[in-house]
């Protein structure tokens, strides 16, 4: 969690992606079901995998797992990583 820093302000958290561990995972598809952006890819019974580019680091699928196989990994930014955040770019009416 971040912590403030000298004058009240936070610290950017560290950006994080579900990661499954593949081996692991039995295919319950209840982390397809859980995640809100559609990020998590798999079959019925089968294998699933995230797709890291569309992870928003929710981590609502870390919880329904019941072989606990889905860890929170951290994200180095780079410019193939970075994205704008949301609430970043001011919108303004001109008149």
Do not use: F, S
């Amino acid at each position: 969690e971040a912590k403030p820093l000298a004058g009240g302000e936070q610290a950017d958290p560290v950006k994080t992606v579900a990661y499954i561990r593949e081996d692991e995972c039995i295919g319950c598809t209840k982390c397809i079901q859980a995640c809100p952006v559609d990020a998590i890819v798999g079959a019925t019974r089968q294998m699933h995998t995230v797709l890291i580019d569309e992870c928003t680091g929710c981590d609502l699928c870390v919880e329904p797992c019941p072989v606990d196989c889905i860890d929170m990994l951290p994200v180095k930014e780079t410019k193939q990583t970075w994205k704008w955040q949301l609430n970043a770019i001011p919108v303004t009416q001109v008149d």
